[in-house]
């Protein structure tokens, strides 16, 4: 009898054991955001997003799961890792509005632990969402040098820090190998998303230079100018990369642009050198711009192959 109460203790004792060492190994953690401020979690929140890349970096983190709703543009770029099923994932999910017209009533039904938002985003957004009394979280404002900020801030956010870290060190070792063949030579170029040139400080014009090229838009000085007829042509453009959804449509941009004399008469008309690189490679300052740099790196590749057989 006293070995069968012996071997109930026991049993007890382990059974306590199996309850509490879970919990003892959820440790808990804090977090300061963008903004400075400081958050603790025993676990992983869940999240409410409108900012497109901010739910395409956590899905980039394995966290779709934590995903309440996301915003209604928001999207998943073809052929990367886990493409379908993180596309998939964002279909499953609530939509929470956009920016302009957030659905404040389905944020708060959804409960989350935080809203996630850029710092630079509208200030109302992130105040009536705190009087609904959910937190908000910010993340750093859009940017070539953010997309690794956020990664690692989100990495941290959701326990995800190697993952993240991993993440940014192929991201950077990629933009870094890009322009790797005669580093030396920056040729001068400027990227078209319709009549807006990515230019200083946008993180298409911050790409274009990492990947060996002179963005020569950033001598507006303005993120995203419309250039003037002078300036196209006082900024001798060597190659001319615009933004399309296929090569179809490329096609049809290039052939309207061919008929302004102004751009027929840059060189990039006049050597062959206009590209496109994919809508779906450089929508949103994220991961997916791995894309977009494979692409810069072979339109650089093309320019110097098609300027040394010139010169021939």
Sequence with gaps: MQILRADMANLIKILLLSTILPLASAKAYTISDAKGQTFGFEKPPKIACITPSVSETILDLDSGDLLVGVSRYCSYPSGLPKSKERADIIKSKPKLG??????????????????????????????????????????????????????????????????????????????????????????????????????????????????????????????????????????????????????????????????????AASPAFRNSDVYFVETDAVIRPSLRLKKAVEALSEIRSRHLKNKSQKRQ
Excluded: H
């Design 98 to 263: 956009g920016f302009i017209d957030p659905d404040y009533e389905k944020i708060l039904l959804l409960k989350p632990d935080l809203f996630v938002i850029p710092l630079t985003s509208a200030n109302s957004q992130a105040e009536r969402v705190q009087k609904m009394g959910i937190k908000v979280f910010y993340t750093y404002p859009d940017g070539l040098e953010s997309i690794a900020k956020n990664t690692l801030l989100l990495g941290k956010l959701l326990n995800k820090e190697k993952l993240a870290e991993d993440l940014v060190a192929e991201f950077e070792r990629q933009i870094a190998n890009s322009a790797k063949d005669f580093p030396e030579l920056k040729p001068r170029a400027v990227f078209l998303f319709g009549k807006m040139a990515a230019g200083y400080g946008s993180y298409v014009g911050e790409l274009m230079n990492s990947c060996g090229f002179t963005n020569v838009a950033d001598a507006t000085k303005k993120p995203w100018p419309v250039l003037s007829r002078e300036s196209i042509l006082s900024l001798n453009v060597e190659v001319l990369i615009l933004e399309a959804k296929d090569e179809g449509t490329f096609k049809q941009l290039k052939s309207e642009l061919a008929k302004d004399k102004v751009w």
